[in-house]
Structures are given as C-alpha cells and as structure tokens.
C-alpha cells in the first residue's frame, strides 16, 4: 500500500508539542476482534449490540448476556495486537507529550506496550459486582452469570453499557487532554458513541489539528482537517515512517 500524506498534516505533526488520539474498535478489527457495527457471524449475528450491551438487556436476560461477553472474552484472548496497536505504542516517545484515549475494552493497546493511556470504556477481561462495583477476581466461572462470592448479587463485566456514565475522573481528564492538543486522531471510531465522540468537538473547539484514519466515511470525516481513508493496521506505520526522520530532526 501506498499513501502520499499531505505536506501540512506531516508539518502540522512535526511541530506538535502535544498529540491526543481517541480510538475505537475498528483499530482492533485487524486482529480478528469484531467492531460493533460489522455483520458479526453466528450465534450473535441476530442481535444489535445496543441491545446487549445495556443493564436492562443484562436485568432481562442476566444468562444470556454473560454468555454473549463470555463469547466476546474468548475471542479477546485469542487476539494480538496489530501494526496500529504498536504504531501507536511508538508514538508515545515521538512526541513531547501523547496520551491515547480507547472505547476499546480488549486491553490489545497494553499488551502492544501503550502506557499511557485511559480505558475510556473499561476492560472486558475484568470483573465486578454489579450491585457494589468492586473488583472481583475470584468466582465460580461455571455458573452464568456466577454470584458474587461476597454479596450473591451477579457478576458483570468491568465495561461501560449504552446508558451507563463514564468515570467522571477519566472524563475529566480526556476532555482536558482533547482542549489542549494540537494534533488530536480519530481512528477506528464511528464516532457516534458520546462521550468519545464528542471529544474531537472539544479539540476542534480549541483550534487543534484532527485527523481521522477509517476506511470508511463518518460523521467525522467532512469536519476534520485531514480524513485518511485506510485501515490503521497500514495508515499508521506508513506515517510513523514518513514523520520519522523531521521528528529526529527536532
Ligand atoms: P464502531 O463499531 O461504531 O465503529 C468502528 C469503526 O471502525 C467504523 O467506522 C469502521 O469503518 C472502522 N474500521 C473498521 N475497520 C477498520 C480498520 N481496519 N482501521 C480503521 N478503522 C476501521 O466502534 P466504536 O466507534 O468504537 O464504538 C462502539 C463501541 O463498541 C465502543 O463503545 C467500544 O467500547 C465498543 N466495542 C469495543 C470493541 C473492542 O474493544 N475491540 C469491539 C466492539 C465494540
């Protein structure tokens, strides 16, 4: 594959002394782990992910929808990180400052070596109480979904469900980070799930620089400085490469 970058986004990203990337799942597609919106295959295929994905799916069906994350987790575990994951990695000693903000909840940008970072979202492979919230990490695994061993109520995964808030401490922060960065990525994201979405307002807001990495058009793609049609797993590497050698100059 080949891409031509336009000068100004690589001279834009040269002098950044601040970069801020929001992903979503689409940066995980290439490992194998479905995005929402792509048909998924099989026994899930039939059911809208809005539709499991909430505390009333989960108060409705509590069996089901533990198993459809049980589904989910066994794919999350077979997965590795691609190219976008360590292009993405690299990127945070490329810049003065660089923190990436993901929806994802697969844990792959850790596992590629991405520290800094907020899990905007939470984390698939943890667990919690569903009635007090805390961390569990022991449990009988063969019943769906298992008790809590301390208050009996189900365990549910340690995400964020369609309706449920944010962290306000990890929404604080990501807003602060969106307001002051001077080159702010959309990538993988159909930029439709707020809060996340609204983050590159907030970043268009106070003048920063965005640019979105998708194959496919957003709502995001007509308002953002530079929209870069491809897959992250191929656009990220090749322009990791092309600001290399201006960013060793700095
Ligand atoms: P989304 O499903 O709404 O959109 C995915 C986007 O990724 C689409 O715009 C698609 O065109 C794009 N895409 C597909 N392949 C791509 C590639 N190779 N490179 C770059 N972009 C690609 O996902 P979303 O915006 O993240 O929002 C949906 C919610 O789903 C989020 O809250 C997220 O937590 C959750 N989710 C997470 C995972 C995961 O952790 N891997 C998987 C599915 C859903």
């Not at 919690?128 to 061993?149: K, L, M, R, T, W």
Request: hydrophobic fraction near 45%; aromatic fraction near 8%.
């Amino acid at each position: 594959m080949s891409i031509s970058f336009p000068a100004k986004l690589t001279e834009r990203l040269a002098a950044a002394e601040s970069v801020c990337v929001l992903t979503g799942s689409g940066v995980s597609a290439e490992s194998g782990v479905p995005t929402f919106r792509d048909a998924q295959t099989g026994l899930w295929a039939k059911f809208e992910p809005e539709a499991l994905a909430t505390m009333e799916a989960f108060q409705r069906n509590p069996s089901m929808i533990w198993d459809w994350y049980e589904w989910r987790r066994k794919l999350v575990r077979q997965a590795k990180p691609n190219a976008a994951h360590y292009a993405l990695a690299n990127m945070e000693s490329l810049f003065p400052r660089f923190s990436l903000i993901t929806q994802n909840v697969d844990g792959l940008h850790q596992a590629a070596g991405s520290q800094k970072m907020i899990e905007f979202h939470g984390n698939i492979m943890r667990t919690i109480c569903a009635d007090e919230g805390c961390v569990i990490e022991d449990y009988d695994a063969s019943q769906s979904p298992p008790p809590c061993p301390r208050c009996a109520a189900y365990l549910r995964p340690d995400v964020v469900w369609f309706g449920e808030a944010i962290d306000q401490g990890s929404l604080d922060k990501a807003i602060a980070l969106a307001d002051e960065c001077d080159v702010f990525f959309a990538i993988g994201t159909s930029a439709q799930v707020q809060p996340a979405a609204g983050l590159a307002e907030v970043a268009m807001q106070a003048g920063a620089c965005v640019v979105e990495i998708n194959p496919q058009r957003t709502v995001l793609s007509k308002r953002a400085n530079f929209a870069l049609h491809g897959a992250a797993g191929e656009v990220l590497p090749l322009l990791i490469e092309t600001l290399t050698p201006a960013l060793s100059r700095n």
